[in-house]
């Protein structure tokens, strides 16, 4: 099974990492890439979520942040996972996530084994929230 993949954040150097890191895990592949949720719900409205498996978004980004695009994808693309991947984040940020149905959360700084395992628990319609 191969699983496609959104990835939103505003820093080039992390998609890059990303993508550098997803070069090891095949069953992942890399639809899109997008600065803010903006783009992404663009996106989405405009090509649907038909392939689409998972949404990897940073939390603070320009014109729409990683919280709110994660509210409006559950309300209107529900069947998209979302994952998280942030350094800005406070007990406040992940309640509120977890009220909007996120499916996981993962520090930046995590292992890149943890951010696969993450990833490949979510696609696998579990929860996944790092014990940091």
Do not use: W
């Not at 978004?57 to 994808?73: F, K, Q, V, Y």
């Not at 951010?115 to 929860?127: D, H, S």
């Amino acid at each position: 099974m191969k699983y496609n993949l959104i990835i939103a954040d505003d820093h080039k150097m992390f998609i890059d990492g990303l993508l550098s890191i997803l070069s090891d895990a095949p069953e992942f592949s890399v639809t899109t890439t997008a600065k803010n949720g903006a783009q992404v719900i663009k996106y989405l409205d405009i090509n649907g979520t038909k392939d689409l498996h998972l949404l990897i978004t940073d939390l603070s980004m320009p014109e729409m942040d990683g919280i709110e695009l994660n509210r409006i994808i559950k309300e209107k693309y529900p069947t998209l996972k979302t994952l998280v991947v942030s350094m800005h984040i406070d007990g406040g940020m992940i309640e509120k996530l977890i009220q909007n149905n996120v499916d996981g959360y993962v520090p930046k700084n995590a292992e890149k084994d943890e951010l696969l395992t993450a990833m490949r628990t979510i696609v696998k319609g579990e929860k996944y929230f790092s014990r940091k």
